[in-house]
């Protein structure tokens, strides 16, 4: 039979490729420490589950397409808190913030478009795009500069007739970088001269450990046109299974043509809008405790791994996740060999290989991606096994 | 700016357009008795929500992309006990059912494609066709036949070299025609001949009203390579709000391709995995009692109609729908007149209007849809506005 030539040039994800590999190397008895997937430990505040168990109603019927009233309403609320008057007809809430992604994607792109992402980039980006018929263009950076792109120059040479979009993870998945205010000022100036849409992907905005205000493209007024904003409960509120996130953006025309793709699924389910309007009302010390803990665990990793040598890691304002370059010849082949080979007392480690973070071929072979999700004590001894399987590794 | 050319041929859904006139007639103090959507008042089962009470993790985690094993071991005892065998991965848990098409069209189509559909049909398929590039080709039925499409020859007239897939609704929204068994096994072999994939949307599959067996596609081993199943717990359990659905097929390259999709958008929400989960265990007596409700509400509906002067309509065998044909010069213009117009002891009523249930122009205008989803009494009521509607319009 034949499959859809978009289809087919998707791939599975990295973070998840290892997973036969990881159950094999558990039914051997191995203990593995998990750095591959952004799952957060911490505990979802317990309002979250509260609203859930006091739903009542005897049926649980669609939501409204656009959303649930309260929780468009509670979303209102948290942005103007940050100085950002959105309407209700601004917000669009979506099964994470993967489908407003990918609503914003088949709003935008046409077959042979381009989108405009600094690499390494989140990888299920490949997937959304390829399925408009388009492709990602990758601007440039490198581990030597901390996976800084947010230079003027750089980013206008790659724009051409083909781009429709630049799209910032911000703070950034998987390199941790963060923009300063400027940054964000001049992207989105570029964004407005040359009439693209500016994709701005902000799941990680409070994962800031700079002591920074929290950040959003959606403060310049004058890009409204431009500006969509991507965001989500996953990590704000370590409700990644509740699968609800929101798009944004002041530009009508492109909520109309969302809302067609909103309609077309129905609705967002129920119960969790509910939870996640419950999670809007949480105190804001829940945020401060976390970042504390995450900017712990960041400082535990950096250093660990600034400890090994040839390892090049720069240490990430933001996120939960870091980018490092390796002294092995293949991080792919490493990964299998930590799981199939390696072992130290009984327990490995698994990362996220870089390559697939990139779109160019050949970039971020011996680089790895660490989510750095578990608690101190599981990181110190994860980022001991990466020492010594990279020494056993390069020894064998 | 521009928008994808794809984006600019879909529609807002014409289930819910009429909604802004809605509301206009319900702030002058109208009633409105709604029989546009398929939202059925039946309670969802406790279990349902006993269920999410009981969930005592304290981290909403994401699920596995593929779905929870519990409501994957669910499904397959479920059809088991139809006399069906499905591995477990050959069932991937989706976002309701609408995910579940989206992500088979995806799969399968390409720009240009069509897909052979019986008109009239479920217009969020147009959505989700044409976000692929791809065109519906209709198979044309009409009212004076009952809407029943499954001829062998009409079929393969409509297949050309296009032609990816064949996509059934059975029982059919919005027309209520159910396939007997000779039928579906006709429709599997012309898949089979033409090496078409077979897209059955079973969503209704309880709702058959004449004692018959509950049948599927899925029953059809030597078609296993073509047929795609997608199901739902949305109208079975009376559970829309969970956006919990499947996609089931034996064809293991689709299952990989799909499989993509699915680790794209990560996970599908965790709570209402569970929920469905236990919905799964509900006892049987529960669709015996559902179904007899609808049966008598689809005998009320019926037995109106076709007293009313002019009308057209069979009785269908199945789901809670029915098409009827208005003798009205335009269901469309007869919507909003009966919406900003038209009063009965300050009542009024709602359908959906025919046309775009049809791919080909012009086709459907004196239609419209039914869904039977309230009380008796209401239903009664709601039959009698239309009764005297069409008569004050045709006499306006």
Chains 1, 2 share one sequence.
Request: hydrophobic share 40%; aromatic share 10%.
């Amino acid at each position: 039979m034949k499959f859809s030539s978009k289809v087919e040039r998707c791939r599975l994800s990295p973070m998840r490729k290892f997973h036969p590999y990881a159950v094999a190397a558990e039914q051997r008895g191995r203990r593995i420490y998990h750095l591959n997937i952004g799952q957060p430990d911490i505990a979802t505040p317990s309002a979250c589950f509260d609203a859930v168990r006091r739903f009542n109603r005897n049926v649980l019927a669609y939501a409204p397409s656009p959303g649930i009233p309260e929780l468009i309403e509670a979303i209102r609320g948290y942005y103007a808190r940050l100085g950002m008057d959105f309407a209700a007809d601004d917000i669009l809430i979506t099964t994470g913030g993967s489908e407003a992604l990918a609503i914003a994607f088949q709003c935008i792109l046409d077959d042979g478009d381009e989108v405009l992402i600094p690499e390494p980039f989140y990888p299920n980006y490949n997937t959304m795009v390829a399925t408009c018929g388009a492709h990602i263009h990758p601007i440039p950076t490198c581990p030597e500069e901390g996976y800084r792109y947010a230079d003027r120059a750089r980013i206008e040479a790659e724009i051409n007739e083909h781009t429709r979009a630049i799209v910032v993870t911000n703070p950034g998945n998987p390199t941790g970088v963060v923009l300063t205010h400027d940054e964000m000022r001049m992207i989105a100036d570029v964004a407005k001269e040359h009439d693209l849409f500016l994709i701005s992907d902000e799941a990680y905005r409070e994962f800031v450990y700079g002591g920074e205000a929290l950040q959003s493209m959606g403060e310049f007024a004058d890009a409204a046109e431009h500006v969509v904003l991507i965001d989500t409960v996953s990590k704000r509120f370590s409700a990644c299974g509740a699968r609800v996130g929101c798009l944004i953006s002041r530009n009508r025309e492109l909520m109309g043509h969302a809302l067609k793709y909103c309609q077309s699924r129905l609705s967002v389910a129920t119960l969790d809008q509910v939870a996640a309007a419950a999670l809007y009302g949480v105190d804001p010390s829940y945020f401060a405790a976390v970042r504390e803990e995450y900017k712990l665990r960041r400082d535990t990793v950096v250093a660990a791994l600034q400890r090994i040598p040839g390892v090049l890691c720069e240490c990430p304002p933001g996120a939960f996740y870091l980018m490092a370059a390796l002294p092995v010849d293949d991080a792919d082949t490493f990964q299998q060999w930590l799981l199939e080979e390696f072992e130290d007392n009984g327990d490995t480690v698994m990362f996220a290989p870089g390559e697939p973070f990139y779109a160019t071929p050949g970039k971020g072979r011996n680089e790895i991606r660490i989510a750095y999700v578990l608690k101190q004590a599981d990181l110190e001894r994860a980022m001991e096994l990466l020492a010594k399987g990279i020494e056993a590794y390069n020894n064998r």
